[in-house]
């Protein structure tokens, strides 16, 4: 007896995975994601955050050419926003104390005169 095999039909995307669908529409196969989530967006007027290492555990290193004056805020899945104080090194390079953040995806932030620059980053231990 021979049988069907479904055919790809599409791919559908989730937060953590790809998942191909079959012609038939059964999941032939669940693909965990790489990357779930934007790494960077710059506003018109910016030039963008970078933030490494990406997932953090403890601390999160943050570089950027915008005004080094403004507002560093982190929001996580929830919407939940929080005020952060990054400790400046030298040429607009900062570190950010991750440690007391749960596991998980988060927003950064950063409101400067010149613009808004949202990047995401991860804290995984």
């Given at each position: 007896?021979?049988?069907?095999?479904a055919?790809?039909?599409?791919?559908?995307m989730?937060?953590?995975?790809?998942?191909a669908?079959?012609?038939?529409?059964?999941?032939?196969?669940?693909?965990?994601?790489?990357?779930?989530?934007?790494?960077?967006?710059?506003?018109?007027?910016?030039?963008?955050?970078?933030?490494?290492?990406?997932?953090?555990?403890?601390?999160?290193?943050?570089?950027?050419r915008t005004?080094?004056?403004?507002?560093?805020?982190v929001?996580?899945?929830?919407?939940?926003?929080?005020?952060?104080?990054?400790?400046?090194?030298?040429?607009?390079?900062?570190?950010?104390?991750?440690?007391?953040?749960?596991?998980?995806?988060?927003?950064?932030?950063?409101?400067?005169?010149?613009?808004?620059?949202r990047?995401s980053?991860?804290?995984?231990?």
């Amino acid at each position: 007896e021979t049988g069907t095999t479904a055919r790809l039909h599409a791919l559908a995307m989730s937060e953590d995975a790809v998942i191909a669908i079959g012609n038939d529409g059964t999941i032939l196969r669940r693909y965990p994601a790489i990357s779930g989530f934007i790494t960077g967006v710059q506003e018109p007027g910016t030039a963008g955050v970078v933030a490494y290492p990406n997932p953090a555990a403890d601390v999160l290193t943050l570089r950027t050419r915008t005004s080094p004056i403004g507002a560093w805020k982190v929001i996580d899945m929830l919407g939940k926003r929080s005020e952060m104080r990054p400790v400046p090194l030298a040429n607009g390079t900062f570190t950010l104390d991750v440690a007391g953040l749960p596991n998980g995806r988060y927003i950064l932030e950063y409101v400067a005169a010149d613009g808004v620059v949202r990047t995401s980053f991860m804290v995984a231990r």
